[in-house]
C-alpha cells in the first residue's frame, strides 16, 4: 500500500502555488490560485500584511465578490454583474399580458355575433391592410425551381 501525500492541514502549510488563507469554517486552506510572488489569492488579499494600505470591500453590483476601494469605478465599468444595455429592439413587458382587468378594451367582441354588413366591413379591412404590408406575386415573378430534370410546378401552373 503506497503512502498518501500529507495534506495542506497536516504540515501546517498550503498546497503549492495556493493561498495560504485558512478558512476556519472549512477546516482547510483556501484553494485558489495566487500571483507569482503573492501569499494570498484576491479574495484574501486583505489579509496579507504587505497590502494593510489597500481596503477590501464588497461589490455593490454583487456582493458576492470583492474588490479594492481604490478601483472601485474602474471595476463598476466592466463587472460581469453590472447591467447590460438592451437592444433596440427589446420592448419590457412586451409578452406581460394585461396589467389590470379594466384595462380590457370594451370593443372586443366574438365575430361570431357580428352582423353580416360588419363581417364584410372586417373582410375589407383585414385584405386592404394585408396586401398594404405583403405584395401580391404574379406568376411571372414567382422563380422557377428547376429540381434535378423536373421543374417546380410553382411557375408552370401545374
Known amino acids: 500500500m503506497a503512502a498518501s501525500a500529507p495534506t ?28 507569482a510572488g503573492k501569499r494570498f489569492c484576491g479574495e484574501h488579499a486583505g489579509a496579507a500584511e504587505e497590502e494593510n494600505a489597500r481596503k477590501r470591500i464588497l461589490c455593490p453590483l454583487d456582493p458576492k465578490h470583492t474588490v479594492y476601494e481604490d478601483q472601485l469605478a474602474k471595476h463598476l465599468k466592466k463587472c460581469n454583474s453590472r447591467e447590460k444595455p438592451k437592444p ?48 401580391v406575386l404574379s406568376k411571372e415573378k414567382l422563380p422557377v425551381v428547376g429540381i434535378g430534370k423536373h421543374l417546380c410546378g410553382m411557375a408552370t401552373g401545374m
Open 8 to 35: 495542506p492541514h497536516a504540515t501546517g502549510f498550503p498546497a503549492e502555488g495556493r493561498c495560504g488563507y485558512y478558512v476556519e469554517k472549512k477546516k482547510r486552506f483556501c484553494r485558489m490560485v495566487v500571483a
Open 88 to 135: 433596440d429592439f427589446f420592448i419590457q413587458d412586451i409578452n406581460a399580458g394585461l396589467k389590470d382587468e379594466t384595462e380590457i378594451p370594451e370593443q372586443l367582441v366574438p365575430v361570431s355575433s357580428l352582423s353580416e354588413e360588419q363581417l364584410e366591413n372586417l373582410i375589407k379591412k383585414l385584405r386592404k391592410a394585408s396586401e398594404d404590408k405583403i405584395p
